[in-house]
């Protein structure tokens, strides 16, 4: 492998406008992260016309550094205030807010902020030695594979819920069910619109999130606020202790294998590798009812996870030309827009613009570290402000936060329909993660699997013959399975050890 084009991707990074860049992007990154609902893509659409008068390589540089610096950005609010600012912060909630509740929000910032950066490096690396093998692998998935790969994201969905499994399940129905409403794709019919203009395009994700986990919360703790008076939540040391990243170093090292491998498939990796490494994690465990309770791995997980996505997601758009994800299409348009076509021949014909990216991330996640540590203090004492001040702002955050998205009062409309399906969801013992994550793979599912039954005309055995989507399935009858087994075995074990060892044998009569 010839390494001169690398390295002069360094001395391109290393050019003063282009770092200037690169750290705007990075603080930009973390910024909107903070404020739910103004994610990193409505923040590169706002900035593309800016785009015009900057060199492609500083304009790239630093709409990437918005894109990973975000994911940093959306922790903070799922830990302090209980509010993703990204879809692929929901798993962090869990048990990041359950962490700042007991005093080690700077604990669990911390570890996010260190398994960010080691999944950002890891998949950094693997971004620059394997592009062409993982980009050649992800171009044989087509609908069915990620049909499958959608099922097995739902099917997971009752390992993330800190209650009832069938509560989950059930949740998670209703999730999907949401995911139908609005026009078809495919026949351009209406369904659960009810004649409404506003349903006709479906319901986005932001009011979902806000009202699931903003609005609903509020609502959950008036009682308790009115009652009682919180003594704000006591912060020792900012930095992780060693029995913290003793248990959180294997769950960062799971999750940068499985942010990187799932953040190249096309279709939300983000959220499908933070929904895995937490499952991985919650599965493998001893005690796996310490998750949902602030278990430090159920935050290293997720947010190494969606970090190596986010950087691994660049590898179809630079190599295929293929758009991982919404914020993937936008960094295409910004491109195009400089007159570079991203695609096979990219690495060639514009390697200042290829390696100049893939090694500002490198600088990037080394500022986002610097930053993000000592700044965790500043965050924390956010838990210091009184709920009587901290409950209008956030309420303030999240409707400000869904309006600007589009622009409209309807969305407003939907975060307190939503806030309060979610209250009540809390006063029964449903928790709202697998619904808003069913939602989001909804419709990764039905339009996947309708496009995989048009190519096999109809027939679903299809599914099963192609290796890839095969063997996904097979491994989602595995894990749908694997429960009984486990019971099955357990209650075996218990006979056996029931029969006392030394129990005489009777002799037969002649």
């Given at each position: 492998?010839?390494i ?18 690169c ?13 739910p ?29 918005i ?14 205030l ?17 962490l ?39 171009l ?8 499958a ?6 099917l ?18 209703v ?31 932001i ?6 986990f ?14 009682k ?111 570079i ?5 990219l ?20 500022l ?10 500043v ?16 309420v ?18 939907l975060?307190?329909?939503?806030g ?10 449903f ?21 995989a ?10 599914f ?8 996904v ?10 429960p ?18 030394d ?7 002649p």
């Amino acid at each position: 492998m010839d390494i001169s084009p690398i390295l002069n991707g360094f001395g391109v990074v290393l050019e003063p406008s282009n770092l200037l860049y690169c750290l705007i992007g990075v603080i930009i990154g973390m910024l909107i992260g903070v404020l739910p609902g103004l994610g990193p893509g409505a923040t590169i659409a706002i900035l593309l016309p800016i785009t015009y008068g900057i060199g492609p390589v500083s304009a790239i540089i630093m709409l990437a550094g918005i894109f990973y610096g975000a994911q940093y950005g959306g922790t903070i609010t799922s830990v302090l205030l209980r509010l993703p600012g990204e879809a692929s912060s929901v798993v962090t909630v869990f048990d990041g807010f359950a962490l700042a509740r007991q005093g080690k929000a700077g604990t669990a910032l911390g570890i996010a902020a260190i398994g960010s950066f080691v999944g950002g490096t890891v998949s950094i690396i693997g971004l620059t030695v394997l592009a062409p093998i993982v980009a050649g692998f992800a171009l044989d998935f087509g609908p069915p594979e990620y049909a499958a790969l959608g099922v097995l994201g739902v099917l997971l969905i009752s390992s993330v819920g800190n209650g009832n499994k069938l509560k989950a399940i059930i949740a998670a129905c209703v999730g999907l069910l949401i995911a139908t409403v609005g026009r078809d794709t495919f026949t351009g019919a209406e369904r659960f619109t009810f004649d409404s203009l506003n349903l006709a395009e479906g319901i986005d994700f932001i009011p979902i999130a806000m009202g699931l986990f903003g609005l609903s919360e509020i609502l959950y703790n008036l009682e308790e606020r009115h009652n009682k008076v919180h003594a704000p939540a006591k912060v020792g040391n900012v930095w992780p202790s060693r029995q913290d990243l003793g248990q959180a170093k294997g769950a960062i090292g799971r999750g940068s294998l499985i942010g990187f491998v799932l953040g190249v498939l096309p279709g939300g990796g983000a959220v499908l590798s933070s929904l895995a490494a937490y499952a991985v994690e919650k599965r493998r465990a001893k005690q796996p009812e310490r998750f949902g309770q602030g278990a430090v791995e159920g935050v290293a997980a997720p947010e190494t996870a969606n970090n190596a996505a986010a950087t691994s997601s660049f590898i179809p758009l630079l190599t295929l030309g293929i758009p991982a994800n919404a914020t993937m299409a936008l960094m295409f348009g910004a491109l195009l827009i400089q007159g570079i076509q991203p695609g096979p021949q990219l690495v060639t014909e514009h390697p200042d613009v290829f390696w100049g990216v893939i090694n500002s991330m490198y600088i990037g996640n080394i500022l986002l570290l610097i930053m993000s540590i000592p700044m965790v203090g500043v965050f924390v004492k956010i838990l210091r402000v009184r709920p009587a001040i901290l409950a209008p702002i956030t309420v303030l955050i999240t409707l400000l936060g869904a309006y600007t998205v589009n622009n409209q009062v309807y969305d407003i409309f939907l975060v307190i329909v939503f806030g309060l399906l979610g209250y009540l969801m809390k006063k029964f013992g449903f928790e709202p993660g697998p619904l808003v994550l069913a939602f989001v793979l909804g419709s990764m599912i039905e339009n996947s699997s309708r496009q995989a039954l048009l190519i096999f005309g109809g027939d679903p055995t299809g599914f099963f013959t192609r290796p890839i989507s095969g063997t996904v399935l097979a491994l989602v009858v595995l894990v749908a399975f694997l429960p009984l087994i486990r019971k099955a075995v357990a209650v075996r074990r218990r006979r056996k050890s029931s029969v006392p060892v030394d129990a005489p044998v009777e002799e037969k009569t002649p």
